[in-house]
Structure formats: structure tokens, C-alpha cells
């Protein structure tokens, strides 16, 4: 969706970037850094090494308090939220600018903390995060309300308010494209904006901030507040003054927020979730060299620390054994490594705790009677918390790895006997975000297109869309909101009504 040629910079190149980062180590409150109010501190950590990073606040309630506050403020003087919006526009126009600018610092940062293979982190960081934040620019004063229709003694106006103080509460497998996701709707609507980044990966959001202001984004409009979701996160979604909350991350702390709004202040929650989503090769669809391809990114693209990885992947069990035999030669090629060098495919998992859990899900599947055809091996030994790509075989709907949401590369291949069967099982999960199709026949990808019951479904190609796209999910996947395309928007502002009646003012004598 960008012009803009990806950075191609030396894996030498990038170690001197990385060894000369200053990284953020302060909140960012009402335009300018400081540190919590009680002087804890959270210590955030390469994954691949396990070395600290920096050490962030930890932000309890006065932290809390005094960034709804700023964000308050900042909303009520109207100085972005009722600001002409050529304004807005411009603004957002120069922070695009300014990331494309700092791309490549902010890129190595994020692969720094999150584990990302640097390819990743450039071209979402230089080439999507920019580009949003200029699509939503663009958006704000090509936006109108409407005119309703009504007889000529009134006139009734449906016009689009933002809806106040936002908080943003994002996951931490796309750190800053998730935060931009939010914020560049939410800054083009002309909220405040609270960010509250995951603990694991605080860093290029704050710096965002930074960027903000440089931009001419008037202070108090991004805030962002570090800490752990149990304190900070848990804050935020209790708070009175908060008008909505944005969240992105697992389907329990989901159901928290929800919680946290009804027993405040009843703030609007738009919930992106998790997902378990499926891969179906319908038996016309050849087993190209691209689908190929596709399957295997579908599951262990960014280490299958995916919202919509496609980890369940149905088969005609007749092409079983040739689809997992393609399925393990293309993975074998995956290179496993220092996400900083560029030739890096995938990178350790987020945490110590995440290998686990994902290697229990591993031992589940083989207890459970799944046929492991590919041993997590090949990553590095070390610190880091590397895991190396699972794929099974001969998986059947109620075994826990079929149902549960993993967050890690496992891939398993399910065996159907019917086209009936395979939608059947596609949509037997309590999840609903994301499905890809293989078929050569357009009746069939519209008939499974339009009975998958999810939120977005790719056919012939494993993608998510680009941002003109809403995304989001069905069912414990997501609520009515979503992220993305013009529907984002609805997120982040009010409709309001103003009905003049004109009569009243003695027009029509
Ligand atoms: P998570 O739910 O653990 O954390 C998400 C955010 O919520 C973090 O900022 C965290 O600090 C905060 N949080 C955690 N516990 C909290 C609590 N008790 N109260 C308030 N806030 C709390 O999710 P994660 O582990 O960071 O991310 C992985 C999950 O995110 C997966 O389930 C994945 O599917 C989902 N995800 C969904 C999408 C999507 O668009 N649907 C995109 C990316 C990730």
C-alpha cells in the first residue's frame, strides 16, 4: 500500500543503529516526559538475549489520574478537537513524515524488544505505520455528516462529534502498528488519546509520543502511560473520566474490560481479540509452491504470535500425507536467528512464559494423540526464548491444540471428507476472526466466503487486507467495533442530532 522502497540497511549497519539507540526510559504525560508518581519501575527485556533494556514506570493511580486529567484538559480546550480540520490533516501529514524519518531507528527499537525479525519491523514501521497515520489524515476533512430529510419548517443535522478521552490498550506482537491502528483514528476524529502499550513492549509508543509533538499535535492529546496490565491496564478500564476504551489482546482480559466499564462509568469498549482461524484447501485447489508458501506464513508468520494466525489447517484427507510433506520441506527453510539481522525469518517468542505455554499446548497435542511430523528444533540455544516451528498431523476438532488459541508456531494439518465438513469444522470454535480458502472455483470461494462465520476471510491468499479494510472479529474474537478502513472511525466519535425548527423562528409566516 506504500510507494515508499523498504530500508535495506547492513546487519552491521543495524548493530551500530541498535548500540547508539537512546531508548525512552520516563512516561509521557501532558507533552512532556516524566517519571511514576511512587517511583516504581518495570524492567523491559530483549527476548533474544534476555538482557534489560530500560526500565519504565510503573504508573499507578495518581500516574492515571494525572494523564486523564491532561487528556481531559486537552480535549475540553479544543485546541485539536474542534481545531479546523486542514489542521488535524497537516498534523498528521507530519507525523507520517516524521516516523518515515525515524524509521529506521524506531524499527531496530521495536525488534530490540519485541523479537521481531527486522524485516518485519521495517516495512511495518517505515512503510504501514506511516501510511496510516496519512490515510486517516487524509480522511478529516473529507468526512461530512448528513443532512436528514424532513419537511420545510425544520432542518435536521447528523453530525459526528469526537467521543472525548480514549484509552488505547494494546498486545505486544505488533507493538507500534497496533497503537497506530487505534491512534490514527482516534487523532483523526480529534480525541485525546491515553496509550497504555503492553509491558513487554512500552518503547516505540512513547517515542511516538514524542514524534506527536514534534508534529504540532498540541500537548496533552497522546499521553502514554507504562505498566502492567493487573495495575495500569486495570486503571484505566476503572477510571470515570475515560470515555472509551480501545483494547486489542486476549479474549479473558477482553472480558475484564467489559467488567471494569460496568462497574464505572459505563465507557464504551471496542474489544479486538483472539482467534483460532482456519486454512481450508478445498481438493480443486492445486498444491502450488504459493499456497504453499501461504500456509506456512498463515501459521508461523511472527512466530504464530498472530491474532489471526491460520494454525488449524483443513485438508481433503486424501492429499494429507502430500500437503504435510510440502508443509515440513518449506518450513525446514525457515531461518530461526538474531532478529536483527535482516536475513532473520523468525525470532524468539516474546517471553519465557510464552515458550512455556506454548510448549505445553505442544505436549497436549501429542498426549491427545496428534501425529507430530516436525520437532520444534533448529532455533539457537541460549538465553533468548527461541522455539523452533511444531507441525502435526491427522488433528481432529476436539483436541485442545484444535481449539485453544496457542499464540506460538504450531501448525496442524486436519483431515476432512467433505466440503459440508470442512465449513463445519471451520466454524465449530468459539472464535470468529480470520479464515484463508484455497479453491480455483469462484462459486465455492463465495460460498465458503459467505458461510465462514469471522470477520475477514482471504481467499486464495493468506492476508489480513490493508487499512482501507475494517478488521475484526466475531463472536469472543471481537464486539461490533473495528479496527481499520473508514469503519475504525465509528470508535472513536459520537453522532449527534440537531434538529432546528424553523418555523420557531418565524421564517415561514
Ligand atoms: P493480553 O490480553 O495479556 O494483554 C493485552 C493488554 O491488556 C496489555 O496492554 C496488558 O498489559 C493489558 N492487560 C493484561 N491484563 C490486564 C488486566 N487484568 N486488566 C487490564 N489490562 C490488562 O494480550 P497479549 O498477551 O498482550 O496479546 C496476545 C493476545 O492479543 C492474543 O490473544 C491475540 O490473539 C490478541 N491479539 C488480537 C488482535 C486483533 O486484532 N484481534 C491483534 C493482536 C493480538
Not at 510507494?3 to 548493530?15: F, G, I, K, W
Not at 521495517?122 to 490515510?135: D, N
Not at 512466530?303 to 485438508?315: D, K
Not at 488433528?395 to 459440508?420: C, K, N, Q, W, Y
Request: net charge negative; charged share 20%.
Amino acid at each position: 500500500m506504500s510507494d515508499t522502497a523498504l530500508p535495506n540497511p547492513s546487519h552491521a549497519e543495524l548493530l551500530r543503529v541498535a548500540a547508539g539507540l537512546r531508548l525512552p526510559d520516563r512516561v509521557f504525560i501532558d507533552g512532556d516526559w516524566s517519571a511514576s508518581d511512587n517511583g516504581a519501575l518495570i524492567e523491559t527485556s530483549n527476548p533474544a538475549t534476555g538482557a534489560v533494556l530500560s526500565t519504565l514506570a510503573h504508573c499507578g493511580q495518581k500516574d492515571v489520574d494525572r494523564a486523564v486529567a491532561a487528556a481531559r484538559w486537552s480535549f475540553r480546550s479544543g485546541a485539536w478537537s474542534r481545531c479546523a480540520p486542514e489542521k488535524r490533516k497537516e498534523a498528521l501529514l507530519k507525523l507520517a513524515a516524521l516516523i518515515r524519518r525515524d524509521g529506521v531507528r524506531l524499527a531496530v527499537m521495536e525488534s530490540l524488544e519485541s523479537g521481531k525479525p527486522i524485516r518485519d519491523c521495517l516495512r511495518e514501521i517505515t512503510q504501514e505505520v506511516p501510511a496510516i497515520f496519512q490515510w486517516y489524515g487524509e480522511l478529516v476533512d473529507k468526512s461530512y455528516g448528513h443532512v436528514a430529510p424532513t419537511g420545510q419548517e425544520d432542518c435536521a443535522m447528523v453530525v459526528r462529534e469526537p467521543i472525548g478521552v480514549v484509552a488505547a490498550v494494546l498486545p505486544w506482537n505488533f507493538p507500534l502498528l497496533m497503537a497506530t491502528w487505534k491512534l490514527a483514528p482516534a487523532l483523526a476524529s480529534g480525541c485525546s488519546v491515553i496509550v497504555k502499550p503492553a509491558e513487554e513492549t512500552s518503547l516505540t509508543a512513547l517515542s511516538l509520543a514524542a514524534l506527536a509533538i514534534e508534529a504540532g499535535i498540541p500537548a496533552g492529546v497522546l499521553n502514554v502511560l507504562t505498566g502492567p496490565g493487573e495495575t495500569t491496564g486495570r486503571l484505566i478500564g476503572q477510571h470515570p473520566d475515560i470515555d472509551s476504551v480501545s483494547f486489542t489482546g486476549s479474549t479473558d482480559v477482553g472480558r475484564l474490560f467489559l467488567q471494569y466499564a460496568g462497574s464505572s462509568n459505563l465507557k464504551t469498549v471496542g474489544l479486538e481479540m483472539g482467534g483460532k482461524s482456519p486454512f481450508i484447501v478445498l481438493d480443486d485447489a492445486d498444491l502450488t509452491e504459493d499456497l504453499i508458501d501461504n500456509a506456512v506464513m498463515a501459521a508461523f508468520w511472527n512466530g504464530g504470535q498472530n491474532c489471526s494466525a491460520n494454525m488449524r489447517q483443513l485438508v481433503a484427507r486424501s492429499r494429507q500425507d502430500a500437503y504435510v510433506e510440502k508443509i515440513i520441506a518449506r518450513t525446514k527453510q525457515i531461518v530461526i536467528g538474531d532478529p536483527l539481522n535482516p536475513a532473520t525469518d523468525m525470532g524468539p517468542l516474546i517471553s519465557a512464559g510464552q515458550r512455556n505455554r506454548v510448549l505445553s499446548y505442544v505436549a497436549k497435542g501429542v498426549e491427545e494423540g496428534a501425529r507430530r511430523v516436525l520437532d520444534a528444533g533448529g532455533a539457537p540455544v541460549g538465553r533468548g526464548h527461541y522455539l523452533g516451528p511444531t507441525v502435526f498431523a491427522d488433528l481432529r476438532p476436539e483436541m485442545t491444540i484444535a481449539r485453544e488459541e496457542i499464540f506460538g508456531p504450531v501448525l496442524g494439518v486436519l483431515p476432512v471428507d467433505s466440503m459440508d465438513q470442512a465449513l463445519q469444522i471451520a466454524n465449530g470454535t468459539d472464535y470468529g476472526l480470520h479464515a484463508t480458502v484455497y479453491t480455483r472455483d469462484l462459486d465455492r470461494a463465495m460460498y465458503f466466503a459467505r458461510r465462514l462465520e469471522c470477520g475477514t476471510v482471504a481467499v486464495n491468499g493468506f492476508t489480513e487486507g490493508d487499512i482501507k479494510t475494517p478488521f475484526g472479529g466475531y463472536r469472543r474474537s471481537g464486539s461490533l467495533a473495528r479496527d481499520k478502513g473508514l469503519e475504525a472511525m465509528a470508535q472513536y466519535q459520537q453522532i449527534k442530532t440537531i434538529w432546528l425548527r424553523l418555523s420557531a423562528m418565524g421564517l415561514n409566516a
